[in-house]
């Protein structure tokens, strides 16, 4: 009776022993220099079973300038990476090293929660996934445009021609625009960054 007594005492919790997502405050415009930092730090120490993920949401921004189109990166939480790794070894007991090792990591701030760092809920890490599973292999327009307005084309066999937009298509990233040409209106199907906002000319 005693025996099992203590074996109840002594049981850890599972759930305290899975994977938990945390948030890492880094210097501002270091987010993707923390992340190689913590991956090389992986391998150089065998953290491979306790940092499991390193992550800094982004997102591909495209427009035009000067006619030229260009893509940039855009971080959806500037300021920070995020880990997931485990905060207990097999037997409950709190690991340092991982936390420690990141928080040596040059241009890491610190973890959220500092001293205490604080696991992220699962409703917070599902939004941060959401949106990193939203954009993937995409690249999204600067510009937002709605159906109806007038937008000028920018590129292609159609440059300067100014037409009405009729369909947006968000997933593929593209725009039917209705042109005039000839005295016809006529569909243009065009990518996102082929065409910017039209600002009509005053006298």
């Known amino acids: 009776m005693d025996g099992e007594e203590l074996e109840s005492d002594v049981a850890v919790d599972e759930k305290m ?90 241009g890491v701030v610190r973890f959220v929660g500092d001293r205490d760092p604080v696991e992220l809920k699962q409703s917070e890490i599902d939004d941060v996934l959401k949106k990193v599973e939203a954009v993937a292999g995409k690249t999204v327009p600067k510009v937002a445009y709605s159906v109806g307005e007038i937008v000028k084309i920018s590129d292609g066999p159609f440059l300067n021609l100014t037409g009405a ?21 006529t569909p243009v199907d065009l990518e996102f960054w082929q065409v910017e906002r039209y600002a009509c000319e005053r006298d």
């Open 17 to 106: 022993l899975l994977p938990k997502w945390f948030a890492v405050q880094t210097l501002s415009n270091q987010e993707s220099k923390v992340k190689i930092a913590i991956q090389a730090a992986i391998k150089k120490h065998a953290l491979e079973d306790v940092i499991l993920d390193v992550l800094v949401p982004t997102e591909k921004i495209v427009e035009v300038k000067n006619g030229k189109k260009l893509t940039r990166v855009k971080k959806f939480y500037p300021g920070y990476a995020f880990v997931r790794m485990r905060a207990y070894d097999a037997d409950g007991v709190a690991l340092y090293t991982p936390f420690s090792t990141i928080k040596n990591i040059n």
């Open 165 to 185: 937009i009729e369909d947006i298509d968000t997933e593929e990233g593209r725009l039917r625009v209705n042109v005039t040409m000839f005295g016809r209106t």
